[in-house]
C-alpha cells in the first residue's frame, strides 16, 4: 500500500464531528427565524393583556413621576389585568387614551413614507415603538356617580362634600383664607365645579396641580372633563427606568369617610 493510500487514525470521527457540527449550525438557522416569531408573539401578547412599560413626558405628575422639562423622563410600568376585573378607584395612577377634546396639542409620531410607517407600526404591536395615540397619564380623583369641586375652607378638593387627603401634591395654586379664596373677587385658581362624573367615567388630575391640563380643564367639553372608563389603558404600578428613581407607585386612599 503507498502512503497515499495509508489510513489515517481518527479521520473517521472527525468527519463525523464536523458533519454533526455543520447539522447543527444548519438547525439553528432553520430554527431561528421560529424563535424569533414565538418572542414577538408573545412580546404582543403580553403588552396586549398584561402589562407594557409607557415614557409621558409631561410635567402633569411631577413629583410623583419625572416628566419635566431638563429631566429624565420616568419609564413606567402600566399593569392591565386589574380592570379587567374592577373599575379604577379614587388614588389611583393611570394611562388612558384622550379623549377628543384632550388631544389639541398631540403631534403624531408616525413618519409620512409608507414603508417606514408600517415598519413604526408592526414595531408598535411588540413594544418596540410607542403607539401612536395621545396617552396621558393622571390620578383618579372621583368615579361615576360622585361629585368633584374645589375647594373647602382649607382649600381642599370634595368629593360627595368631604375633603381629600391628598399627601402627594406638592406643587398648587394659591389658595388665602378670607384674602383669595373661591368666593373672593378675585378667585384662586384650584376653584372649580361641582361636576357630577357620569356612570362608566372618572375625574383625573395631575400631582402637579399648578402645571396640569386635566379634567378641569376639559370640563366645557360633551363629557364635562371625565374621561371614559373604556379609555383607560391600565395602572401605573413602578417606575423602572431610570434606576435612581426605581420603585412602586402609590396609589393611597385618599377619600375620607
Same mark, same amino acid.
Given at each position: 500500500?503507498?502512503?497515499?493510500?495509508?489510513? #489515517?487514525?481518527?479521520?473517521?470521527?472527525?468527519?463525523?464531528?464536523?458533519?454533526?457540527?455543520?447539522?447543527?449550525?444548519?438547525?439553528?438557522?432553520?430554527?431561528?427565524?421560529?424563535?424569533?416569531?414565538?418572542?414577538?408573539?408573545?412580546?404582543?401578547?403580553?403588552?396586549?393583556?398584561? %402589562?407594557?412599560?409607557? @415614557?409621558?413626558?409631561?410635567?402633569?405628575?411631577?413629583?410623583?413621576?419625572?416628566?419635566?422639562?431638563?429631566?429624565?423622563?420616568?419609564?413606567?410600568?402600566? !399593569?392591565?389585568?386589574?380592570?379587567?376585573?374592577?373599575?379604577?378607584? *379614587?388614588?389611583?395612577?393611570? #394611562? /388612558?387614551?384622550?379623549?377628543?377634546?384632550?388631544?389639541?396639542?398631540?403631534?403624531?409620531?408616525?413618519?409620512?413614507?409608507?414603508?417606514?410607517?408600517?415598519?413604526? !407600526? @408592526?414595531?408598535?404591536?411588540?413594544?418596540?415603538?410607542?403607539?401612536?395615540?395621545?396617552?396621558? #397619564?393622571?390620578?383618579?380623583?372621583?368615579?361615576?356617580?360622585?361629585?368633584?369641586?374645589?375647594?373647602?375652607?382649607?382649600?381642599?378638593?370634595?368629593?360627595?362634600?368631604?375633603?381629600?387627603?391628598?399627601?402627594?401634591?406638592?406643587?398648587?395654586?394659591? /389658595?388665602?383664607?378670607?384674602?383669595?379664596?373661591?368666593?373672593?373677587?378675585?378667585?384662586?385658581?384650584?376653584?372649580?365645579? *361641582?361636576?357630577?362624573?357620569?356612570?362608566?367615567?372618572?375625574?383625573?388630575?395631575?400631582?402637579?396641580?399648578?402645571?396640569?391640563?386635566?379634567?378641569?380643564?376639559?370640563? %366645557?367639553?360633551? @363629557?364635562?372633563?371625565?374621561?371614559?372608563?373604556?379609555?383607560?389603558?391600565?395602572? %401605573?404600578?413602578?417606575? #423602572?427606568?431610570?434606576?435612581?428613581?426605581?420603585?412602586?407607585?402609590?396609589?393611597?386612599?385618599?377619600?375620607?369617610?
Amino acid at each position: 500500500m503507498t502512503d497515499s493510500q495509508t489510513p #489515517v487514525p481518527g479521520n473517521d470521527e472527525s468527519d463525523r464531528r464536523s458533519r454533526r457540527s455543520e447539522k447543527k449550525q444548519r438547525s439553528f438557522w432553520r430554527e431561528l427565524p421560529i424563535l424569533v416569531l414565538v418572542a414577538l408573539v408573545l412580546s404582543f401578547l403580553l403588552q396586549t393583556f398584561v %402589562a407594557r412599560v409607557y @415614557l409621558i413626558p409631561s410635567e402633569s405628575m411631577e413629583p410623583t413621576l419625572h416628566g419635566c422639562n431638563g429631566c429624565t423622563g420616568d419609564r413606567i410600568v402600566v !399593569e392591565k389585568v386589574s380592570y379587567r376585573f374592577g373599575d379604577p378607584q *379614587p388614588g389611583d395612577v393611570v #394611562v /388612558f387614551r384622550g379623549p377628543p377634546s384632550w388631544d389639541g396639542d398631540f403631534v403624531s409620531t408616525r413618519s409620512s413614507n409608507v414603508v417606514v410607517r408600517g415598519a413604526q !407600526e @408592526l414595531g408598535s404591536l411588540v413594544g418596540l415603538v410607542a403607539p401612536d395615540e395621545n396617552d396621558l #397619564v393622571k390620578r383618579v380623583i372621583a368615579t361615576g356617580g360622585q361629585t368633584v369641586e374645589c375647594c373647602d375652607e382649607q382649600g381642599r378638593v370634595l368629593v360627595d362634600g368631604q375633603p381629600l387627603d391628598e399627601p402627594y401634591i406638592t406643587m398648587d395654586f394659591d /389658595f388665602v383664607p378670607n384674602s383669595l379664596t373661591c368666593d373672593t373677587p378675585i378667585r384662586s385658581g384650584r376653584c372649580f365645579g *361641582p361636576v357630577t362624573v357620569p356612570d362608566g367615567n372618572v375625574w383625573v388630575m395631575g400631582d402637579n396641580r399648578s402645571n396640569s391640563a386635566d379634567s378641569r380643564f376639559h370640563v %366645557a367639553d360633551d @363629557l364635562q372633563g371625565t374621561v371614559p372608563v373604556d379609555n383607560v389603558i391600565g395602572k %401605573a404600578q413602578a417606575i #423602572v427606568l431610570p434606576p435612581g428613581r426605581w420603585g412602586l407607585i402609590d396609589d393611597p386612599d385618599i377619600q375620607q369617610r
